[in-house]
């Protein structure tokens, strides 16, 4: 499969991307170290961060919650503006919605920068525009057919911890008795619930919400390595990734034990991700 040539602004995005997961600094941050650079200015030192690297099936199902993540952060960060028919004409900024130990505005970067670690296309894939998008693993299964896409992908250990305390705090807030620093948080669950702007936003009460949010994050929360075969499945995978990054590779052919496993793995993800 050939590689397109990328334009230069993506070009400057993945440099950017590549900057802020190296040197753990937030994508604003090497942004602006990146336009420092590019401008002959003086640098700053980089910061060091813990980094996991997580082995993931790219699957359109389990994934799409996440892309669709973005929606609701951005009614916690801001206030909607409505006109006099309660149609949306924009946001504006303001403090966001308090949520205890997991300030909006630091989820809402932790979600981009994590977001933005999936490999190029992924979004496009997720919402059917493109299935075979270059610069991806694809797995082809011993009869020719495709399996799944495979990728690695690095993310800060502080932004994953930072995701599952929003995830937690938001179940808290959806809980039976959330406690007074919580009140704000519940109050916004539920008017997102009452009256979701988007269509693919649940409706329903704070649990509700709550719940769909953990399972839109579970691609990135919850290992889809588990069970008594898990552990030998994520060697196979990541023997398979290696192997055609070695030879450069964008699709190889798996055999049946390598098909099976990626099958498992595959399905865990949409599991944790549809709640089924």
């Not at 269509?199 to 588990?226: C, I, K, N, Y």
Request: a negative charge; charged letters at 25%; glycine letters at 10%.
């Amino acid at each position: 499969m050939p590689l397109g040539q990328p334009r230069k602004s993506r070009k400057r995005t993945r440099e950017i991307r590549a900057q802020s997961r190296a040197t753990g600094a937030r994508y604003t941050e090497a942004m602006r170290a990146n336009d420092r650079t590019q401008a002959g200015g003086p640098q700053l030192p980089p910061r060091l961060a813990s980094t996991r690297t997580l082995l993931l099936p790219l699957v359109q199902d389990a994934l799409a919650g996440l892309y669709e993540l973005d929606g609701l952060l951005l009614r916690l960060r801001m206030d909607m503006v409505l006109d006099h028919e309660g149609v949306l004409v924009g946001y504006q900024h303001s403090e966001g919605v308090p949520i205890p130990g997991a300030p909006i505005e630091d989820v809402f970067e932790a979600y981009w920068q994590v977001r933005s670690a999936l490999p190029e296309g992924t979004e496009q894939l997720v919402d059917g525009t493109e299935e075979y998008p270059p610069n991806m693993l694809l797995l082809v299964g011993p009869d020719g057919g495709k399996v799944v896409h495979l990728a690695a992908i690095e993310v800060a250990e502080a932004d994953l911890a930072l995701l599952s305390e929003f995830a937690d705090a938001l179940d808290r807030a959806a809980g039976p008795r959330p406690g007074p620093e919580f009140e704000g948080l519940k109050e916004a669950l539920g008017a997102l619930g009452r009256k979701p702007y988007y269509s693919w936003m649940p409706e329903g009460d704070e649990a509700t919400v709550a719940r769909w949010v953990r399972q839109s994050l579970s691609p990135v929360l919850h290992s889809p390595f588990e069970g008594p075969r898990g552990t030998d499945d994520h060697e196979t995978l990541s023997g398979v990734l290696r192997y055609a990054e070695s030879l450069g590779w964008d699709s190889v052919r798996v055999d049946q034990d390598e098909e099976e496993a990626a099958e498992r793995v595959m399905w865990n993800m949409v599991r944790a991700a549809l709640a089924i």
